[in-house]
């Protein structure tokens, strides 16, 4: 039963999973493995939403504080580790509990592809972000559609980092990235994984949660956390796509007021869940939870139990 077996749940940022993991990790005896692409930095905690200690209630949590924030990281990196560990859960006789909202980490560890043209050109990605600045995400997106249109065509222009990540594989592997992922894709993926889903019902649900996490943030120091972020070493290119750190930059510079950017955190914030729920609404495996004003959390639970008991697991 064990056999590459993962359980997975996913959902936009405040939706619940981390309550929920650690639940059914209680219940089962097992251990998380986080598949979020910040919460992978030390330091980084607050703004990340990084589960505290008491949070995590005992169970075990993988992938958190596994490099600095000058460090940039890969999503085959992450793959690599985070299946060596997932190997290790399964050898004990657990089936690990996968969380996270990166759905790309989360699909990366499933397929456990051999990748190629996943080493990061600093060089050439620099470069593209000071053109995008100089040029605007317009003319970057020009750039990809010359080489690679069936991309340029998916990719929206001010989706900047995929833009980016694109235009560094053709760069690095002379393919197109589909290209790429068909040469290098599994037949088969590697795991099994079934996939509860939770989210509110109603978007303004998710939209009042989400706001009231930043309130929290906070009021559990978030802004002291953003100066320690920001002293120092240098944020890498990865860590500094991080939602909660960098709009606070016009506030320490001086160039506006602590509400204002407390403002563009909550939208950032809240367009992020937007595409979260884009990316996973695409996966019809994913058994959904979706609950209202009304539900508790014991409610969520007894679905979820039920979702895995149905599927014998």
């Not at 985070?82 to 499933?110: C, E, F, H, N, W």
């Not at 998710?206 to 100066?227: A, P």
């Not at 996973?280 to 959904?288: F, G, V």
């Amino acid at each position: 039963m064990t056999e590459n077996q993962l359980i997975c749940i996913v959902g936009p940022t405040a939706s619940g999973k981390t309550a929920l993991s650690v639940e059914l990790a209680k219940q089962r005896q097992t251990e998380i493995i986080s598949a979020d692409s910040m919460q992978i930095y030390k330091g980084m905690d607050i703004g990340t939403a990084k589960p505290s200690m008491a949070e995590r209630k005992g169970i075990v949590h993988h992938m958190f504080d596994i490099c600095e924030k000058g460090e940039d990281f890969s999503v085959a990196r992450y793959t690599e580790i985070a299946d060596k560990i997932a190997q290790d859960i399964l050898s004990r006789g657990k089936i690990p509990i996968v969380v996270g909202g990166t759905g790309l980490y989360m699909d990366s560890l499933i397929e456990c592809s051999t990748f190629s043209g996943n080493e990061t050109d600093t060089k050439l990605r620099v470069e593209l972000e000071n053109f995008a600045n100089e040029y605007g995400n317009e003319e970057l997106h020009n750039k990809l559609r010359e080489i690679d249109p069936i991309s340029a065509e998916r990719l929206h222009p001010n989706n900047r980092k995929r833009v980016i990540r694109a235009i560094e594989v053709y760069n690095q592997t002379g393919m197109t990235i589909n290209e790429m992922n068909a040469k290098n894709k599994r037949p088969e993926p590697k795991y099994k994984a079934f996939k509860i889903g939770v989210c509110p019902s109603d978007r303004e649900i998710l939209y009042k949660r989400i706001n009231n996490r930043v309130d929290i943030m906070l009021k559990e120091g978030l802004l002291n956390e953003v100066k320690h972020v920001f002293d120092g070493e240098k944020l890498s290119t990865t860590a500094m796509q991080a939602i909660g750190y960098k709009e606070f930059l016009p506030y320490l510079n001086g160039q506006s007021s602590l509400e204002e950017c407390v403002e563009i955190l909550k939208r950032h914030s809240r367009n992020y869940a937007k595409r979260q729920l884009t990316w996973l609404k695409r996966d019809s495996s994913i058994h959904w939870i979706n609950y209202d004003s009304s539900s508790s959390f014991d409610d969520v639970f007894r679905s979820s139990t039920k979702f895995l008991l149905e599927a014998g697991l």
